[in-house]
């Protein structure tokens, strides 16, 4: 049973490029959420996407966007990248079932570096 | 006001000794209550969650959940070296798996 894979596992663009990053999430699984986390902090979410839609979304600017697939796989792309957008990007899969969740299955996450 | 708050650490315990991780939430609305363990450089990992008011056993594990004070803490019994990770509390407002992370607290277990 495969676990959420990411791809690329490592990435550095120059200021001003943009990326895109790629998930699959864990066999199962309907929801892809996406989360920043810089060094020496905590995840920040960035937006969470269900049946092919942005559900919900964090205090990210429109620089990020992102999309699923009908096959549950999701895309995050960043646009004129900046220096501090230098962080680990995770990718967590989860079953969305009514009035409880269970937590995330994380991936082994894409860290950017921006120079 | 941060979301979630955790101590950073580090917390510091001899092997065998009970390591006590504290975490406080903002959001009196909050229904459900994660920790997650973070080896350097890896992704975190789900080690329990918790619903209910009280404490919630798994092995060396304990979560207690106190709703009244927003108080959130995790009990590793009897430390292992290979419990030194960073720990993330993580907190869930609403029914769409979207949670809120505290900056972890860092232990050291000592042998």
């Known amino acids: 049973d495969a676990g959420v894979t990411q791809s690329p596992t490592h990435l550095i663009k120059t200021r001003g490029q943009q990326v895109t990053l790629r998930c699959s999430p864990k066999s199962g699984h309907d929801t892809v959420s996406w989360y920043q986390q810089a060094l020496g902090q905590g995840p920040q979410f960035i937006f969470q996407y269900y049946e092919e839609e942005e559900r919900q979304r964090g205090n990210f600017p429109d620089r990020f966007s992102g999309h699923q697939f009908p096959n549950y796989s999701s895309e995050l792309n960043v646009n004129a990248l900046l220096l501090g957008d230098s962080a680990l990007y995770l990718c967590?899969?989860?079953?969305?079932?009514?009035?409880?969740?269970?937590?995330?299955?994380f991936g082994s996450g894409t860290r950017l570096t921006v120079v | 006001q941060k979301e979630v708050e955790q101590n950073s650490g580090p917390l510091s315990v001899p092997e065998g000794a009970i390591a006590s991780l504290n975490c406080t939430y903002s959001d009196r609305g909050s229904q459900s209550f994660f920790w997650y363990r973070q080896y350097s450089g890896k992704s975190p990992e789900l080690i329990m969650f918790?619903?209910?008011?009280g404490d919630k056993e798994d092995g060396r594990f304990t979560a207690q959940l106190n709703k009244a004070s927003q108080y959130v803490s995790l009990l590793i019994r009897d430390s292992q070296p290979s419990d030194s990770a960073t720990y993330l509390c993580?907190?869930?407002?609403?029914?769409?798996?979207?949670?809120?992370f505290g900056s972890g607290t860092k232990l050291n277990v000592k042998p």
């Open positions: 918790i619903y209910s008011n």
């Open positions: 967590a899969s989860s079953l969305s079932q009514g009035d409880r969740n269970y937590g995330y299955t």
């Open positions: 993580a907190v869930n407002r609403d029914n769409f798996n979207k949670f809120y």
